[in-house]
């Protein structure tokens, strides 16, 4: 299944794709990233594993990263989210003058048809809503409104 | 190259950098403040010759974000209809060193590119792979770990990551290179010439290890030349295996 949500962002290019690329800014724009770690980082291909927080526990998460500066981040979680065979997606960034549209993308599977309870369009919808919230949070934080959506 | 200029802009600011390695830090190790951190910003600037937001530089803690920062916006382009030949320039500027091997196989485009593709029958194949292990693999990303005969009759274990958008590129890194490396990527570029003759062009990407608390390229009298001599050989080898099965009509 595919997600697509987006925001237009008034920033650099170089600035706003740097937000995405360097975790240390997730921890700063994202409330419920804790921590993480970098394993490999060559400016085009990542390794790494995040921890963020979540209602039942604080879940890890591994992956890869293709990078294309200034245009576009692939993701992929070696290790999924539970319940999920695969979850991976990217980011584009397309930049007209001062602003800058980044188009957020999720393909997943689940390895159930159920989830909690939930059918797949179902947590389709929640993991779009959760997308947009993170975009919104990158936005906030690289135009300089600080806004905590998880409070 | 990136870190040359960078020193150059550190020295037009009399910042002293004899010293330096890639994780001194710029306020603790190079000494400097905040007054030193906007004049270099400036001298970034003028030796490069671009222009870049100061907090970018501003927030750099070592002299390696600062390469990493540079690497980044160097190969910014407001047009995002980028050609290959500009994606492998933007390459050449990240890495340090950088190789290419090109060789014609009398073999459709199609059948080189699924030759490569399934790693699984590498080990049929391909004599010098004893195993394939793969880690993940969902059609479009793969995790591998290759069980390879190394020179010394030794098996080496190689993980890489790899991308296949059915495009015309192969893109790979290894998360864990060769000590002497500190990073090391490539692709394999599958162009077509006619319905029954392809190129098959080799890329590699690198920077040496020169991190203090590790064996280094330095330690194991590694250099560029050396290391361009090792992958290349290797890319050659690996290419002349591939064309000798898939024109010899023996795979399947």
């Known amino acids: 299944m595919k997600i697509e949500k987006s925001v237009n962002i008034s920033a650099r290019l170089a600035r706003v794709y740097q937000v995405f690329y360097d975790f240390e800014h997730w921890k700063k724009s994202l409330s419920d990233v804790l921590d993480y770690n970098l394993y490999y980082d060559d400016g085009f291909h990542q390794e790494f594993c995040m921890v963020v927080a979540r209602p039942e526990r604080d879940e890890k998460i591994k992956g890869m990263r293709f990078c294309e500066p200034n245009k576009r981040i692939e993701i992929f979680q070696t290790i999924p989210p539970p319940q999920f065979k695969i979850m991976s997606g990217c980011w584009d960034f397309f930049c007209d003058e001062n602003t800058v549209l980044v188009v957020a993308r999720r393909n997943f599977e689940l390895k159930n048809s159920m989830l909690n309870g939930l059918d797949a369009e179902s947590i389709k919808k929640n993991l779009a809503m959760y997308l947009q919230k993170n975009l919104n949070c990158f936005k906030n934080y690289i135009e300089g409104h600080y806004v905590n959506y998880y409070q | 190259m990136i870190k040359l200029k960078l020193l150059e802009a550190f020295d037009k600011i009399k910042i002293d950098t004899v010293d330096i390695t890639n994780g001194t830090s710029l306020v603790d190790g190079l000494g400097m403040d905040s007054q030193e951190l906007i004049e270099l910003h400036c001298a970034i600037e003028s030796v490069f010759g671009i222009t870049i937001q100061s907090d970018l530089i501003l927030e750099a803690q070592t002299f390696?974000?600062?390469?990493?920062?540079?690497?980044?916006?160097?190969?910014?382009?407001?047009?995002?209809?980028?050609?290959?030949?500009?994606?492998?320039?933007?390459?050449?500027?990240?890495?340090?060193?950088?190789?290419?091997?090109?060789?014609?196989?009398?073999?459709?485009?199609?059948?080189?590119?699924?030759?490569?593709?399934?790693?699984?029958?590498?080990?049929?194949?391909?004599?010098?792979?004893?195993?394939?292990?793969?880690?993940?693999?969902?059609?479009?990303?793969?995790?591998?770990?290759?069980?390879?005969?190394?020179?010394?009759?030794?098996?080496?274990?190689?993980?890489?990551?790899?991308?296949?958008?059915?495009?015309?590129?192969?893109?790979?890194?290894?998360?864990?290179?060769?000590?002497?490396?500190?990073?090391?990527?490539?692709?394999?570029?599958?162009?077509?010439?006619?319905?029954?003759?392809?190129?098959?062009?080799?890329?590699?990407?690198?920077?040496?290890?020169?991190?203090?608390?590790?064996?280094?390229?330095?330690?194991?009298?590694?250099?560029?030349?050396?290391?361009?001599?090792?992958?290349?050989?290797?890319?050659?080898?690996?290419?002349?295996?591939?064309?000798?099965?898939?024109?010899?009509?023996?795979?399947?």
């Open chain 2, 64 to 252: 390696q974000n600062l390469i990493d920062i540079l690497s980044i916006h160097l190969s910014s382009c407001n047009d995002t209809s980028q050609t290959v030949q500009e994606e492998n320039n933007q390459k050449q500027i990240g890495y340090e060193g950088w190789l290419e091997r090109k060789m014609i196989i009398n073999r459709p485009a199609q059948e080189v590119y699924k030759a490569l593709h399934c790693l699984t029958k590498w080990v049929t194949y391909l004599p010098h792979v004893k195993k394939i292990e793969v880690l993940y693999d969902d059609g479009l990303y793969q995790e591998f770990i290759m069980h390879v005969l190394s020179t010394d009759d030794s098996i080496l274990k190689v993980r890489s990551v790899r991308k296949i958008d059915a495009s015309n590129q192969i893109r790979y890194f290894q998360p864990e290179p060769p000590k002497f490396l500190k990073h090391h990527a490539g692709e394999w570029e599958i162009n077509v010439i006619t319905s029954e003759q392809t190129e098959l062009i080799a890329r590699h990407f690198w920077n040496l290890n020169n991190d203090e608390d590790s064996i280094t390229s330095c330690t194991l009298g590694i250099t560029h030349d050396r290391v361009e001599k090792i992958l290349g050989d290797h890319a050659l080898f690996a290419m002349e295996n591939w064309k000798s099965i898939l024109e010899g009509g023996v795979y399947q």
